[in-house]
């Protein structure tokens, strides 16, 4: 242990004699965080809710509630889940109450409750409730906009049957009845056709707002109908997970911008055997009783400690620049940089083993540092991808080192909840670095 800890002093002291190196390593990422920051308006306050897999819980009987449904799930952007996954070959249906448990989870973040008054007998009006764990403002904002663009397109017949509804009550049945006649009459008489048919349609609370609604008026396309639906439809908001957060929208993509820069970071300091190579460092450290299998944990244990040392500084950045609250989850945050550092030093060390020479090293490293940052989310949403894309983004460690970050500073995850993410970071880190030891053994690093 000595001989690995006196080989880690001697990385950190070549380390520190190179300037451009560090400045690349803390400056440079620090001032383009806060340019990120003033780009992308990190800190503004008109920042709304997202979310793409849906719940939906339907706890109405209404036929349009129903409607509503099934035209979710023709929306292409969702994918609608009404059952709990693995509970029997029908499946047992949503509750309201499994939602909360199942977006801590990340199971979805989204979903949509259609009550059972969903039409009001107290008002004319519609209610509905849209449940969210907003960790991506890009996300949510396109997707508050399908779920409304869905409901307001498809809450005619509910409206008229609230209206429906409310007049019978304040008619009678009789009385009702016979105002509906009198109007399928009129309009029949008016435009023609067949009264009984009119009269049905009215009943079922079909009075044409739809088609209306799709006319175009001098303000273009339905104008003023977004607005008046609005007025009608009752939508209550209910934020699950990150209530408390102070800077949701820097909470939740710095931790994807310290990945990228810790990836280029930690792949260069691997990329340095080549160099210590071309000196002949090698060939006088192995003279001394020193294996190649100490060589080689002494720069992993270098890169973990750099990128420990890098992640945390980022953070601390993203602190003092936008207001991220970390100190309260300081030691759990910890754990996952070491993890993710631990990750990104193996991958790093296997693009050099893998690589014939330093240069052939930073392309490479280039390439697929820049297509896992794409893939696993650094840039934009997972979700936003092609199916095929969101299974392999979880195969990534750009991905996992996310939903740590994510859990730890957004959803405040426990030690316990941390465990399966750290779980699949240590076994990308084992298997990565197992696979590099072996290539180093069978290439020409050390000759």
Request: glycine content about 12%; aromatic content about 10%.
């Amino acid at each position: 242990m000595r001989v690995i800890l006196s080989l880690l002093r001697k990385d950190f002291a070549l380390f520190l004699r190179d300037r451009a190196t560090v400045s690349l390593t803390f400056i440079v990422p620090f001032a383009l965080i806060y340019l990120f920051g003033q780009i992308f308006g990190v800190n503004r306050k008109d920042s709304g809710p997202s979310g793409i897999p849906l719940a939906v819980v339907n706890q109405s009987d209404n036929p349009g509630a129903q409607k509503l449904l099934d035209a979710l799930k023709a929306e292409k952007a969702f994918h609608v889940r009404t059952t709990m996954e693995n509970s029997g070959p029908t499946g047992r249906l949503l509750t309201e109450d499994d939602l909360g448990p199942l977006m801590r989870a990340n199971e979805f973040r989204f979903a949509l409750v259609i009550p059972k008054d969903v039409v009001r007998e107290s008002g004319f009006g519609l209610h509905l409730r849209i449940l969210s764990n907003p960790r991506n403002e890009i996300e949510t904002q396109t997707v508050n906009g399908l779920l409304q663009k869905t409901i307001f397109s498809n809450v005619p017949e509910l409206l008229g049957q609230s209206l429906q509804a409310n007049a019978k009550g304040i008619l009678g049945s009789a009385r009702f009845a016979q105002f509906n006649r009198a109007m399928a009459g009129a309009i029949t008489g008016a435009f023609g056709g067949d009264p009984a048919r009119v009269q049905q349609q009215i009943a079922s609370g079909d009075f044409g707002v739809g088609r209306l609604g799709n006319g175009r008026g001098a303000g273009g396309p339905a104008a003023g109908g977004g607005d008046f639906l609005n007025r009608l439809v009752k939508i209550d908001n209910v934020q699950v997970v990150g209530q408390d957060v102070k800077s949701p929208q820097a909470t939740s993509i710095v931790g994807g911008w310290a990945m990228q820069f810790l990836l280029f970071a930690l792949s260069a300091s691997a990329g340095a055997l080549f160099r210590e190579k071309e000196h002949g460092l090698f060939q006088r450290i192995l003279s001394a009783p020193v294996t190649r299998s100490q060589i080689l944990w002494s720069k992993f244990l270098y890169g973990v400690c750099l990128g420990l040392i890098q992640l945390l500084v980022l953070f601390f950045a993203g602190r003092v620049l936008f207001g991220i609250e970390i100190g309260p989850y300081f030691g759990l945050l910890v754990l996952v940089c070491i993890f993710a550092a631990g990750a990104c030093t193996s991958f790093g060390m296997l693009i050099t083993a893998c690589s014939p020479t330093a240069e052939s090293a930073r392309g490479i490293a280039t390439f697929a540092i820049l297509l896992m940052s794409a893939v696993g989310g650094a840039w934009f949403p997972v979700s936003f991808m092609p199916e095929f894309i969101q299974k392999i983004s979880k195969l990534t460690l750009v991905y996992w080192s996310m939903e740590g970050f994510v859990q730890v500073l957004w959803a405040h995850f426990s030690l316990l909840e941390l465990l399966p993410i750290l779980g699949v970071l240590g076994g990308i880190t084992a298997g990565v670095m197992a696979l590099a030891i072996w290539r180093f053994n069978r290439g020409r690093i050390f000759e």
